[in-house]
Structure formats: structure tokens, C-alpha cells
């Protein structure tokens, strides 16, 4: 596609449920990024993706929260047993590592609401 | 580890005036670099500025320069002939390349807006 797409750009939670965010990155990028960014703050690194494999998951704030990216190209985050301070804007962001440093594409990000 | 502060939550500048938003880093790597992000309420995150660490030169596009201090750790953005579509968040960053992955982290960010 023409952009990073996020979906869905909305997601409404009860305590307790699961969730999953997609990710379709552009077509041909190689890294993937995913971001949480809590109201009023600035975006936190969660994990990265260099094709399909995972290579840094530091950011990831508990076993709660899982990401893949099976196929090198679209990438889920699927959070467990969601807590209110789970609420947030998860954004991710793709680029092509053909210049250093990359050039982030991102996208609208999925504003989670847990209740 | 790099942090990013930025102490100013928000600003306001009349249309066409200039206004500078600042920001301040710590980091013990010789070799990065500092973004200036501008994200508007559809929350996508636009690229407004890059600047090198090792280069001496202010970075500019357009109506928007930075006024980078190395040694003060200091990466201040200016915008001048402000226009309505400025109103935003803008968010300063920083991004090395050790490591397996060029991650950015990110300041708190400033809510600016431009009056009419």
C-alpha cells in the first residue's frame, strides 16, 4: 500500500479481555517497529522486527503483551488480560534500512481504551 | 541510556511569527541522531527535521531550522512564518545506530498553536 496501515484505528476493551492490533507496514520494508504512547506523552519503543524475526522485544512492558510478524510483512501485537493502563495509542512504524539512518514511516496508530 | 526532555508542554504564536521550541538530550554515544517530529490529531507521526550529530551545520527545510549545540546537549526547533496547519504536537527525538535496530526515543512533546 501507499502508507503504513493500522487497524482497527479504534479498540474499546473490557478488563480482563484479549486483544490483537494489526500492522500491514509498506510493501517491501523490512524493519517494523511498534510504539506505545500514553496520553500526553511521547511515543516508548515496544519491540522491532527485521523481516520476521524479532530481534529486540525490550520495550514490551509485560509476558501480557506478544508481537510476530510470521511472513516478513504484516505484524500483530496482541495484548492479554488487558489492564486499564494498557490504555494507549500502539503506533507502528516501518522503513527500508537501504539508508542509514532509516526513515520511519508511520502509521495512525490504534487508540486502545481498556474499561 | 538516552533520555529527551522537553520542558515547555505548550506554546502559542500568532500566524506568521516565529517560534522556537526546545529540547535537551543526554546521551554518552559520540555518534547519533535528533529528529524533531510533528504529529497533528490524526496522530500519524510526520518527519519535520534530521539532524547529524557529527555535522556542524543547522539542519533546515524550508520554514523550519534547528539550533544545534553539541556540547549543550541542546536541539532547539524553529519555525518561522508560522501557519495554521503548524498547530500540532511536535515531538523531539533521538535515534543511535548501535545495536540491532536504529529505535528512536522520544521527548514528552509540546502542544503548539497557532493563532489566526
Known amino acids: 500500500g501507499a502508507g503504513v496501515s493500522q487497524s482497527p484505528r479504534y479498540k474499546v476493551a473490557k478488563r480482563g479481555q484479549d486483544v490483537a492490533l494489526r500492522c500491514d507496514p509498506i510493501?517491501?520494508?523490512?524493519?517494523l517497529f511498534w510504539y506505545q504512547q500514553a496520553l500526553g506523552q511521547g511515543p516508548e519503543f515496544l519491540t522491532y522486527?527485521?523481516?520476521?524475526?524479532?530481534?529486540?522485544k525490550s520495550g514490551l512492558p509485560s509476558d501480557r503483551f506478544f508481537a510476530e510478524r510470521p511472513e516478513g510483512s504484516v505484524s500483530t501485537l496482541k495484548i492479554q488480560r488487558t489492564q486499564q493502563e494498557d490504555s494507549a495509542v500502539y503506533l507502528c512504524?516501518?522503513?527500508?534500512?537501504?539508508?542509514?539512518?532509516?526513515?520511519?514511516?508511520f502509521g495512525s496508530g490504534t487508540q486502545l481504551s481498556v474499561l | 541510556a538516552q533520555t529527551v526532555t522537553q520542558s515547555q508542554p505548550e506554546m502559542s504564536v500568532q500566524e506568521a511569527e516565529t517560534v522556537t521550541l526546545s529540547c535537551t538530550y543526554d546521551?554518552?554515544?559520540?555518534?547519533?541522531?535528533l529528529f524533531w517530529y510533528k504529529q497533528p490529531p490524526s496522530r500519524q507521526m510526520i518527519l519535520v527535521i534530521r539532524?547529524?550529530?557529527?555535522?556542524?551545520q543547522n539542519a533546515t527545510e524550508n520554514r523550519f531550522s534547528v539550533n544545534f549545540q553539541k556540547a549543550a546537549k541542546s536541539f532547539s526547533l524553529k519555525i518561522s512564518d508560522s501557519q495554521l496547519g503548524d498547530t500540532a504536537m511536535y515531538f523531539c527525538?533521538?535515534?543511535?545506530?548501535?545495536?540491532?535496530?536504529?529505535?528512536?526515543?522520544f521527548g514528552k512533546g509540546i502542544t503548539l498553536s497557532v493563532r489566526p
Open positions: 512504524a516501518s522503513s527500508s534500512l537501504h539508508t542509514r539512518p532509516e526513515k520511519l514511516f
Open positions: 510493501s517491501g520494508h523490512v524493519s
Open positions: 522486527f527485521q523481516n520476521e524475526a524479532q530481534l529486540d
Open positions: 546521551t554518552s554515544e559520540s555518534n547519533y541522531y
Open positions: 539532524q547529524e550529530a557529527y555535522k556542524q
Open positions: 527525538a533521538f535515534m543511535t545506530l548501535t545495536g540491532a535496530n536504529s529505535k528512536l526515543t
